[in-house]
């Protein structure tokens, strides 16, 4: 990654979810957005500004975007119908947008990159976050045709920690977007951890009733 005092000039791309780094996710567009946006940069295998739209009507071409974003690539393209496209990006690093303006439809921006700023992080949270992730991320896995018995293993890297549980979790896209803010590891898995058992202890809770009816 360019040293984070480095200026580059990427494309940008408002979507109407968060991209984390080194994570992967799967975008379905219309074909003619597909074409307008990101058709040259599958092309030219350009790394692109994946930005959350600042509204959620503003999934679009002209749409604002939020300053901190990812930077991404385009792995793979699918038709998926005549006029849909199933799209997958894989997050590469975090990035903040200094300027940006509108270039016919598309947005350029001038952006920096925004690593975690280092520090030590708690063995204890840590583990507390491993643990929760990887009950959760099990938990989620069961409904469906084809459940999933064997959970992946969370990383155990504290930084790729993070964004791991921030993707798995099922929060909207601001709640997202503020996980992405975050400028250290010890605050995204602090506030994951408290995401995580509300909703595991929601969905114990619901369980226990399902099971005594």
């Excluded at 990812?70 to 300027?99: C, F, K, N, Q, Y």
């Excluded at 700023?117 to 045709?145: D, F, H, I, N, W």
């Excluded at 930084?159 to 975050?182: C, F, G, K, N, R």
């Excluded at 994951?192 to 226990?208: K, N, P, Q, Y």
């Amino acid at each position: 990654m360019p040293h984070n005092r480095e200026t580059v000039t990427l494309p940008i791309f408002p979507m109407a979810g968060v991209v984390f780094p080194a994570m992967r996710m799967k975008l379905r567009l219309s074909h003619d957005r597909f074409l307008r946006g990101l058709a040259d940069l599958v092309h030219t295998d350009t790394t692109l500004c994946a930005t959350l739209a600042r509204s959620a009507e503003g999934n679009g071409d002209l749409a604002e975007p939020h300053l901190i974003g990812t930077t991404a690539r385009i792995l793979e393209v699918v038709p998926a119908s005549a006029d849909i496209d199933d799209i997958v990006l894989v997050g590469i690093s975090r990035i903040h947008l200094l300027s940006y303006r509108h270039n016919g439809r598309q947005l350029i921006g001038q952006a920096r990159y925004l690593p975690d700023l280092p520090e030590s992080v708690p063995m204890l949270l840590l583990e507390e976050a491993r643990a929760l992730g990887s009950e959760l991320g099990s938990t989620l896995a069961l409904p469906g045709p084809s459940p999933v018995t064997t959970w992946p293993s969370p990383p155990k890297q504290a930084e790729t920690l993070s964004y791991w549980i921030a993707e798995l979790l099922p929060v909207d896209a601001e709640d997202h977007q503020e996980l992405l803010e975050l400028r250290t590891s010890s605050a995204r898995l602090s506030k994951e951890v408290g995401h995580m058992r509300t909703i595991l202890d929601a969905l114990r809770s619901e369980f226990t009733r399902e099971s005594s009816s």
